[in-house]
């Protein structure tokens, strides 16, 4: 192999590093997580990359490698198979032409995706399917001639869903990519709007999917739930959700399909107009509908002020204001204040009492005033589906989009029948911004019933536990170690830092550093790094 590996395992608590060193330093903060083991690969980012796969079902990391030749050649692509130890199980080479830009991966369980996009020939796709149990690689090319771009893909028994934007610039559909055979159909019960938001949850024992739509008419919105086979791509059943009066429905996320025994909604509203979120929504589609001679499902709203934490942000003065001018204004029965929030839904969580945690991030999007050059990250249909997709992902006069920055993550604890319990804030205090409009903050479930929101920066790992609604700190966080006992290495850069949730308690932490170490030299490197909590 041409390049250097290094794996380094830690299995001494953070205590005995304190001892090692020279200088001793501070205490590590409240449930900081061990830091496990660690590898490294000699990479540049200026002219190589990494993309990250944690595949939880089968204990391993996959790592899409795309290396350079030191004198020329084309770039030269494989897949890095690592165990639970991040020992490498295997390196295989994989073969993916000039032609082809990397997009997405996906994973389902014993099998790794990797959807790639032709910049030569509109709509053609190639995807690479890796085994993990034998290491073998499938290749598959789709000539689809109408895909543009992909905005996310799912994987379902062998089958691949990828949400795509349309030839024509207004549409967006899912296609269906049958990885083994290479047949391929566009779907036509989910061809809608640009605009248009999809939320999808997967069964894939059953081999069935089911998406959540937003249809809109410019003022008003409601939600379509569509359920397809994977295997065909057939209409099972579809129903419509929708609010009354001013109320009009943004969008939502579906509990697991795994679980028969309840089907829970949950999602954002908003007053007047589907831009901006004045609260949560929740509904039972499994309940009777109170009046017979209307089948559609009672709808419960939580305005955020109604919420205990979701103005932990602006800090109590600030908070104490804004409270005491809605009481006024309600008090007066004024229309309620107008919220103008976005928020990003993750999927919902199961909980062990049977009920959903529903996490979202509050997030804006954020531009440069002055400067008439666009992020071309950004200059495609890449975060297509998603709401705000005119106002948020088009350059105006004077302004170009450079990323979107999380504010605070909500948490909320709902039962089985989306009557709120509780709700929770994690307050984000550095410049967190993404090029993408994507989870930008992950969350595991601990076995005693909390959850670790974290996410990473080049200053380290910063989290939040959260137990319930219980008031806890906001500034926790690590950094990362990159050598072992007793030497003091210095990072000068990190690029591309992410986490991804693991196996378990764990997260799998990954990057690139420009590393100093104690004699003066520097080393560029991509790394992984497993965090326990």
Known sequence: MKQFSALLLWVAPLASWAQATVTTPAPPPPGAPAQIARTELLLDHASEDAWVQAMPADTAVVVLLRRQPKLFGKPQYALAHYRAS????????????????????????????????????????????????????????????????????????????????????????????????????????????????????????????????????????????????????????????????????????????????????????????PQYAQGLFTTDLTAAPANPADPRPALKFYDFRRLRHFFDYLGPGKEARLRDRTTRREAEELSPLRWHYRLLLHELLPRADGGYTLVAEVYYPRYNYGNMGTNPALNNYSNMGLPYYTGAYSSAAGRALVGFRTTHVLVCGFDRRGSLLWDNTYVVENELLHDQLEEAVRTIALPDGRLVLAYLTEEGLHYKLVNQDEASPNDLKVELFTAGPGVKEKVIDTYQPDIQPWVGRQYVASGFQNIKSPNGAVRNVFFLQTLEF
Do not use: W
């Open 86 to 273: 991040l020992a490498l199980k295997r390196e295989q080479p994989l073969e993916i032409a000039d032609e082809y830009d990397v997009e997405r991966l996906c994973a389902e369980p014993g099998v790794l995706y990797t959807v790639c996009r032709s910049h030569q020939e509109p709509g053609t796709l190639l995807v690479a399917a890796y085994n993990v149990r034998d290491g073998r690689v499938h290749l598959q090319e789709f000539k689809t001639k109408k895909c543009r771009d992909i905005a996310a893909v799912r994987a379902v028994d062998g089958k691949l869903l990828a949400t795509v934007a349309m030839d024509d610039g207004q549409h967006q559909t899912v296609l269906l990519l049958d990885v083994a055979t290479g047949s391929f159909q566009f779907l036509p019960s989910l061809y809608e709007s640009i605009s248009s938001e999809f939320t999808s949850v997967a069964d894939a024992p059953a081999g069935r999917a089911e998406f959540v739509a937003s249809q809109t008419n410019g003022r008003k919105q409601r939600l379509m739930l569509k359920q397809l086979s994977a295997e065909r791509g057939e209409l099972l059943r579809s129903e419509m959700v929708q609010a009354e009066s001013e109320r009009t429905l943004i969008t939502a996320q579906l509990s697991p399909l795994q679980d028969t025994s309840a089907r829970l909604l949950a999602g954002t509203y908003g007053l007047r107009g």
